[in-house]
């Protein structure tokens, strides 16, 4: 559904709810509020998979056009890097097309590849690529790692590669990005 149905459908399911959680009820009656939570959590999944979508994102089409050859991004967060490369999520925020910027929307999976080093990403770096978007094809490997699923859970269904000529930094990390990041670290480290 549409993200206006999806609200409408959950607010409904919220306030039968909430009206019959109100008061005392009678014994014959008691399964109502069962069949209504039940209802609103059906309602709330529908919802956040719609939001979650992200085809419902503003300006998520032009991922997927051909005249799309860069993107300008903000890194949300950075999941691996290795000895020559440097891989995380990225807010898309405007797409690169004719060499000019248009406004654009969505999350892709940013892959940065340098030969002679491994490249640093910090969470809130804003960047400049100069490679267009491809959309993630699911590999067929019976239970093996599914990299369609796992970026979908993020809410991005395209990748981009780039070599170490192909980006620069635009803008630094924010001070909240820095302070979330080094908090993001301590945790993994006291986890480990």
């Known amino acids: ?19 019959l959680s109100v008061g005392r009820t009678t014994y014959d009656r008691r399964w109502h509020r069962g069949v209504a939570f039940a209802c609103t959590m059906l309602a709330f999944g529908a919802l956040w998979s719609v ?13 997927d056009d051909q005249r799309t050859t860069g993107l300008a991004v903000r890194i949300q967060e950075v999941t691996g890097t290795s000895q020559r490369t440097a891989k995380g999520f990225a807010k898309v925020e405007a797409a690169i097309q004719d060499g000019r910027p248009v406004p654009a929307g969505g999350v892709v999976v940013v892959t940065l590849f340098d030969r002679a080093k491994a490249p640093t990403l910090r969470a809130g770096e804003r960047l400049l690529v100069m490679g267009g ?26 990748e981009v590669f780039v070599g170490p000529e ?19 670290r301590a945790t993994l480290g006291w986890i480990e």
Request: charged letters at 25%; proline letters at 6%; glycine letters at 8%.
């Open 1 to 19: 559904p549409s993200v206006r149905v999806a609200w409408c459908v959950f607010l409904a399911a919220l306030l039968l709810f909430g009206v």
């Open 51 to 63: 939001v979650r979508d992200a085809r419902q994102v503003p300006g998520a089409e032009l991922l």
């Open 133 to 158: 978007p491809e959309r993630i094809r699911r590999v067929a490997d019976p239970g093996g790692f599914d990299a369609v699923q796992w970026a979908a859970s993020h809410g991005a269904e395209h």
């Open 166 to 184: 192909q980006w620069t930094v635009i803008g630094e990390p924010s001070v909240v990005d820095r302070w979330t990041d080094r908090m993001r």
